[in-house]
T-cell receptor
């Protein structure tokens, strides 16, 4: 079975541009969460989507938005990119909404903003 | 600011040695998870602890959740080079909060 897949694997953008990152969860998983991992830090929670609705939001500005599609795949959008948005963006999927369900992480998308 | 503080930040040891890494917080968590992350990959879940005082063992790894559910430790016995990686703890506080991790290097 395929694990969580993310695309693209690497991306270079310029300040002020916008970016869309994509995530396909494990088949049957209905929850997708997005995390930002800056070099030297642990992942920081951005969003959780479950059954196509936003179920949780971390402390990120409104430039960050996401959505989940009927097939449970998800997109993370970031507008007006800043240098500080450079990070590894991780997607995790799970069967259910709570932490009692194991999260499976994808390999991430490494975003570099110049 | 990390809600969970992990120590040490870096640890380099020889194969066969034992080690303990710590995860501390002033907050109470309904559950706490430990992950290992290798370069170029996402974190992989090792264990979830939910009960204060709980101890779980996975082969050479022993995980303990503090009685007050604010802290946890991971002990590795007879470390091997394959244990090398970034060890992250994460607590459930309505959303998952991760520590900054302990970067472990086990030299052959």
């Amino acid at each position: 079975d395929a694990g969580v897949t993310q695309s693209p694997t690497h991306l270079i953008k310029t300040r002020g541009q916008h970016v869309t990152l994509r995530c396909s969860p494990i088949s049957g998983h209905k929850s997708v969460s997005w995390y930002q991992q800056v070099l030297g830090q642990g992942p920081q929670f951005i969003f959780q989507y479950y059954e196509k609705e936003e179920r949780g939001r971390g402390n990120f500005p409104d430039r960050f938005s996401a959505r989940q599609f009927p097939n449970y795949s998800s997109e993370l959008n970031v507008n007006a990119l800043l240098l500080g948005d450079s990070a590894l963006y991780l997607c995790a999927s799970s069967l259910g909404r709570t932490s009692s369900y194991e999260q499976y992480f994808g390999p991430g998308t490494r975003l570099t903003v110049t | 600011t990390q809600l969970l503080e992990q120590s040490p930040q870096f640890l380099s040891i020889q194969e066969g040695e034992n080690l303990t890494v710590y995860c501390n917080s002033s907050s109470v968590f309904s559950s706490l998870q430990w992950y290992r992350q290798e370069p170029g990959e996402g974190p992989v879940l090792l264990v979830t602890v939910v009960t204060g005082g709980e101890v779980k063992k996975l082969k050479r790894l022993t995980f303990q959740f503090g009685d007050a559910r604010k802290d946890s430790s991971l002990h590795i016995t007879a470390a091997q080079p394959g244990d090398t990686g970034l060890y992250l703890c994460a607590g459930d506080n309505n959303d998952m909060r991760f520590g900054a991790g302990t970067r472990l290097t086990v030299k052959p």
